[in-house]
């Protein structure tokens, strides 16, 4: 089996990155990650290394623009022939440029069920200060609108009473912990991500 090529794109605490690469490890999973790319030195960086996958440091500061410090990434992810990229946690918003070069190959992670309390990774304390009873999480196709392309897959989460924004964020990374291997298989069977 040819495995799709991904990489994961991080800046936190990597526990969506941890779970793909689990998914990974079994030797069914029609895809692999061949490259993780960071925009500081994340704690997610820990995963990768714990799975000897590739991983490159792309800070903001060593590029005089966001868009130069997006070319370089593309590059090192056209250069490892990249078939999926996925955003994992990532919290910089991707440069048009870079978003074109990878149209339809693009995906997100988010803790809502877009559109509600798109734009912000707060997304679960806005779900508890709106008082909605259910929430989830969102993948979808990313495009040059904040996330708001195309959705793949949603997961609903229950609001209980009592919750904090940690307890329920806490809940929504289970889900997505389920969610995102699971959209990355079904793409990685069909060879193909959706065009936008
Ligand atoms: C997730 O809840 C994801 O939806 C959001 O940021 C969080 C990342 O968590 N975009 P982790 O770094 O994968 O643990």
Redesign the pocket.
């Known amino acids: 089996m040819t495995k799709l090529r991904v990489a994961v794109l991080?800046?936190?605490?990597?526990?969506?990155?941890?779970?793909l690469l689990d998914a990974c490890a079994n030797p069914d999973f029609p895809a692999g990650v061949v490259l993780v790319c960071a925009n500081r030195d994340?704690?997610?960086l820990q995963h990768a290394r714990r799975s000897g996958v590739a991983h490159v440091v792309f800070r903001r500061q060593a590029y005089p623009s966001r868009e130069a410090r997006d070319l370089a990434m593309a590059g090192a992810l056209a250069a490892t022939q990249v078939e999926l990229i996925v955003?994992?946690?990532?919290?910089a918003i991707l440069s048009p440029v870079f978003v074109d070069q990878f149209a339809g190959r693009i995906i997100?992670?988010?803790?809502s069920l877009l559109p509600a309390f798109a734009g912000s990774?707060d997304?679960?304390a806005r779900a508890l200060a709106a008082g909605v009873s259910e929430t989830g999480?969102t993948v979808h196709l990313v495009t040059n609108d904040v996330d708001a392309g195309p959705v793949l897959a949603q997961q609903r989460v229950a609001v209980l009473p009592g919750d904090t924004a940690e307890a329920l964020?806490r809940r929504?990374?289970d889900a997505?912990h389920k969610l995102l291997p699971a959209v990355v298989r079904g793409l990685a069977e069909r060879r193909l991500v959706p065009s936008r």
Do not use: K, T
């Open positions: 991080v800046s936190g605490r990597g526990s969506n990155l941890g779970a994340a704690p997610a955003c994992a946690g990532y919290d997100n992670v988010h803790p990774m997304a679960p999480c964020h929504i990374r997505e």
